[in-house]
């Protein structure tokens, strides 16, 4: 039993901790490489690096909120949120491998956007950003700047939603 926990946490290191550090190590690349609002040309007319900030949560929601509640709130809810899937991986039965890497992925993004938030005044480094051409209205385009930690978060959810509808372990 204790060498099923220790490998479930072992796993939980394994994909947690080069979410968080290649989230960091990019956005730190970013803020070194890029001036702030400059964007790089990665596929013409369709992806750049450009660096932002998101005082938000996600698309930017909250942003016009007083700095000190966004701060707080943001604090907050990140915080919260790990806590809730820190306590869902503890009783995740080991093979449920899917649902495990869903809850560290959610984890990872949350880390990753709770220091930015810590260290950066309450800001989140934003830098993936893509212009879609065939979207009606420019609805969304180009889609809100987002970053590797925002992505772990969307798989995390996606995988949860699989896992969900099926009742089992995608894949």
């Known amino acids: 039993m204790e060498n099923m926990a220790l490998k479930k946490w072992l ?12 989230d960091q ?14 964007s790089v040309e990665m596929i013409p007319g369709f992806f750049y690096l450009t660096h932002l900030y998101n005082t938000g949560g996600a698309f930017g929601l909250g942003a016009d ?5 966004r701060i ?9 949120a790990a806590i809730i899937v820190l306590v869902l991986y503890k009783k995740t039965p080991y093979e449920s491998r899917w649902f495990s890497l869903a ?6 993004g949350a880390m990753g956007n709770l220091i930015d938030r810590l260290f950066r005044d309450g800001k989140v ?16 385009n180009p889609w809100p700047p987002f970053n590797i930690a925002d992505m772990a978060i969307s798989i995390g959810v996606a995988v949860l939603m699989l896992y969900f509808l ?4 995608p894949l």
């Open 166 to 169: 099926t009742g089992k372990d």
């Open 65 to 69: 909120a007083a700095s000190w509640v």
């Open 11 to 22: 796993r939980f290191i394994a994909v947690v901790l080069p979410i968080v550090i290649a």
């Open 103 to 108: 809850l560290c992925c959610i984890f990872a």
């Open 125 to 140: 480094v934003d830098f993936l950003e893509f212009y879609i051409p065939a979207v009606p209205m420019n609805l969304f």
């Open 25 to 38: 190590a990019v956005k730190m690349a970013v803020l070194v490489r890029i001036q702030y609002a400059d």
């Open 72 to 80: 707080l709130l943001f604090l907050g809810v990140s915080s919260i």
